[in-house]
């Protein structure tokens, strides 16, 4: 059977999947959920409170990937923040993804089009 593999440039506010088939590629988009303006407001707040606020949400953000990720068997995680790095982290501690090739490339800001080839070509030379 042929492998499942997925490709996401991802920061800390969005994620961009892309499953790489023999299919022309098709990105969904999964947002964090604290964004800059929220971040704008909670800053008049207590530091503290925005800190945690942030942690919560951010937890949120990688459970969501993680559970798309639990479907595939390669997975490429890109982009220009340490966002990724913390992703693999927390997946490499949880015994589900075991199984699961999963490996952080730094990459830019990119345009959707490049990141399908970036995504392309990974799959291709693996």
Do not use: C
Not at 28 to 46: R, V
Not at 49 to 78: C, P, R, S, T, W
Not at 93 to 113: G, S
């Amino acid at each position: 059977m042929e492998a499942k593999k997925l490709g996401i440039w991802m920061d800390h506010a969005n994620a961009h999947l892309m499953e790489y088939t023999n299919q022309p590629i098709e990105t969904k988009t999964i947002e964090s959920k604290f964004t800059h303006q929220e971040k704008e407001h909670s800053i008049g707040k207590s530091e503290n409170l925005m800190h945690n606020k942030e942690q919560h949400q951010e937890a949120a953000y990688y459970k969501q990937l993680g559970e798309v990720i639990k479907k595939y068997d390669d997975v490429l995680l890109f982009g220009p923040t340490q966002a990724k790095v913390e992703l693999l982290n927390l997946l490499r501690a949880d015994h589900h993804f075991e199984k699961i090739k999963i490996e952080t490339k730094h990459a830019d800001k990119m345009t959707v089009n490049e990141q399908h080839a970036f995504v392309r070509d990974y799959f291709t030379e693996n």
